[in-house]
């Protein structure tokens, strides 16, 4: 059986792979474009539980034993 991850749309980005930056303190109008650091530029993450950790593995369990 082949597991498959679940993607999410990164929610930085939007889904682009870029975000876009104000450039405000050095009085430039112009915003700089700048890769996506959450989804290293792919638009998409691995879906977060309700416990904020990735679901890398869906059969474990995140509580103290």
Avoid: F, W
Avoid at 23 to 33: A, G, H, Q
Avoid at 45 to 61: C, L, M, R, V, Y
């Amino acid at each position: 059986m082949v597991k498959t991850k679940n993607n999410m749309i990164c929610p930085r980005c939007n889904g682009n792979g870029y975000v876009k930056i104000p450039n405000e303190s050095v009085d430039i109008p112009k915003e700089v474009v700048a890769q996506c650091t959450m989804c290293e530029s792919g638009g998409e993450i691995d879906e977060i539980d309700k416990h904020g950790n990735a679901n890398d593995n869906p059969n474990s369990t995140n509580e103290l034993h």
